[in-house]
């Protein structure tokens, strides 16, 4: 199985800064990587695909790079709404696996 | 607008059974490889099983193998989950959620809680 290990597990930071998260896999997997965004008590959003595709309404201040093993989500200026956690995920291969989180929080 | 609505948790005791259900609209259900995720108390996500269209692949985690059962019924427009012999570790919020063809998790339901304690 693959395993993803995203840093850091926590966060925190202001409205208007730049954060970067970073998702690391136990084996290479391409560009077959996406990253969700959850609030407390909902459900996933989908947010980016192929490591760097953003899903459609997502907004342009989030993006994604990397392959192979090592990926990053980077959120260039932090809104309110974006205070959340966020997952990455492979999908090189079955059993689909995910990060254990990166919680983002209001300094 | 793509909806897929969860039903049928609760609380059951361990070595005991609960079927899941998601109802779908907004989308050609019978096009669609459907999946279920969990997610522990306080916990990450864990991807459960998934099922292709016409049920003709059905993949598993390891840890629920033999245990639980995914099904569909395309003519319903819905997707199930057979769960037996629970164990207190599958306590957890189960999602339904849509597979893309590139094995990601479009759609999501908003969940149905599964707790197992006696």
């Known amino acids: 199985d693959i395993q993803m290990t995203q840093s850091p597990s926590s966060v925190s930071a202001s409205v208007g800064d730049r954060v970067t998260i970073t998702c690391r896999a136990s084996?290479?997997?391409?560009?077959?990587l996406a990253w969700y965004q959850q609030k407390p008590g909902k459900a996933p959003k989908f947010l980016v695909y192929?490591?760097?595709s953003l899903q459609s309404g997502v907004p342009s201040r989030f993006s994604g790079s990397g392959s192979g093993t090592d990926f990053t989500l980077t959120i260039s200026s932090l809104q309110p709404e974006d205070f959340a956690t966020y997952y990455c995920?492979?999908?090189?291969?079955?059993?689909?696996?995910f990060g254990q989180g990166t919680r983002l929080e209001i300094k | 607008e793509v909806q897929l609505v969860e039903s049928g948790g609760g609380l059951v005791q361990p070595g005991g059974s609960l079927r899941l259900s998601c109802a779908a609209s907004?989308?050609?259900?019978?096009?669609?490889?459907m999946s279920w995720v969990r997610q522990a108390p306080g916990k990450g996500l864990e991807w459960v099983a998934n099922?292709?269209?016409?049920?003709?692949?059905?993949y598993y985690v390891d840890s629920v193998k033999g245990r639980f059962t995914i099904s569909r019924d395309n003519a319903k427009n819905s997707l199930y989950l057979q769960m037996s012999s629970l164990r207190a570790e599958d306590t957890a919020v189960y999602y339904c959620?849509?597979?893309?063809?590139?094995?990601?998790?479009?759609?999501w339901g908003q969940g149905t809680l599964v707790t197992v304690s006696s």
């Open positions: 959620a849509t597979l893309s063809q590139a094995r990601y998790f479009d759609y």
């Open positions: 192929d490591a760097s």
């Open positions: 995920q492979e999908a090189h291969s079955f059993p689909l696996t």
């Open positions: 907004g989308l050609t259900f019978s096009s669609f490889w």
């Open positions: 099922i292709k269209e016409d049920e003709s692949e059905k």
């Open positions: 084996q290479g997997i391409s560009s077959w």
